[in-house]
């Protein structure tokens, strides 16, 4: 069976600027959470934007064999012309002292593998990727590879049920043919935002519940702009693209708990 697209007129520019700059594109009927065509506009459903996963092999007897043995092998990977797949990477100063990628097979991301962290209260190993990003087909690639550069020393079905093991999790909501500009955007409750406008005043992104301390900041920003300045393509053949993502610390969930809300549909794969 086909992916099923459904058309949308939507908006390139503010309607303060041109109240007839449209452009035409298809989105997946997947990814639509919600259409408004009297503005219009779409509302795709949440993803995965980023996903921390750290772990400290706290199931495993020998930790201080394990350790070396997943080094070693991590080493002797990425060194080998036979796993182009692995590659070594700079020493992270401030994070951790050994530092890897794994890209899978035609894939236009990669698994950030880290191990030993310069903090020693930190925990052994964190792997961050985007769920995303990576596809289906990615993070299938993932979990297949984890027993094999851990040297055999983690299985994936014991690291999905270890409790506590995501760090780190930006769950992210796009928003297709209104401007930023256009937005009032508020948090649920009273608390401080800070503003970021462009040289000619547009307002380009916002942090919401801003503080110091906080353990979840709730982040407006113009996708589309972002993707421009890192000289990327916009996508949705250039409609107007708001992303609001929520960036959440955590220290008590387990990756068994998101594949659940993944197979429920919580979330879109894309």
């Known amino acids: 069976m086909g992916i099923a697209f459904k058309k949308f007129k939507l908006r390139q520019v503010s309607e303060k600027i041109s109240a007839d700059d449209f452009t035409e594109t298809a989105i997946p009927e997947t990814w639509i959470a919600e259409e408004f065509l009297d503005i219009p506009a779409v509302i795709l459903r949440p993803t995965i934007d980023k996903l921390v996963v750290r772990y400290n092999l706290q199931d495993i007897k020998n930790k201080a064999g394990a350790k070396g043995a997943i080094l070693e092998k991590l080493n002797s990977l990425s060194s080998s012309s036979k796993h182009p797949e692995y590659k070594a990477i700079p020493q992270d100063k401030k994070g951790f002292y050994n530092n890897f990628e794994l890209t899978p097979p035609d894939a236009n991301s990669s698994v950030l593998i880290q191990l030993n962290p310069v903090k020693k209260s930190n925990h052994f190993m964190r792997l961050t990727f985007n769920p995303t ?61 800070k503003l970021f406008t462009s040289d000619t005043g547009r307002k380009q992104s916002q942090y919401l519940n801003f503080t110091k301390d906080t353990k979840s900041i709730a982040y407006v920003y113009d996708k589309r702009r972002e993707l421009i300045d890192n000289q990327q393509k916009p996508k949705y053949k250039n409609a107007l693209h708001v992303r609001v993502e929520r960036r959440i610390e955590t220290d008590t969930h387990d990756m068994e708990t998101l594949v659940t809300l993944y197979a429920k549909g919580y979330f879109s794969t894309k």
């Open 133 to 193: 990003k990576l596809t289906k087909q990615g993070v299938a690639f993932l979990i297949s590879e984890i027993e094999k550069f851990s040297d055999g020393h983690i299985k994936y079905d014991s690291l999905a049920k270890t409790k506590n093991t995501i760090a780190d999790i930006h769950i992210a909501v796009d928003i297709l043919g209104i401007a930023l500009d256009d937005m009032e955007v508020r948090y649920y409750k009273d608390s401080k935002s």
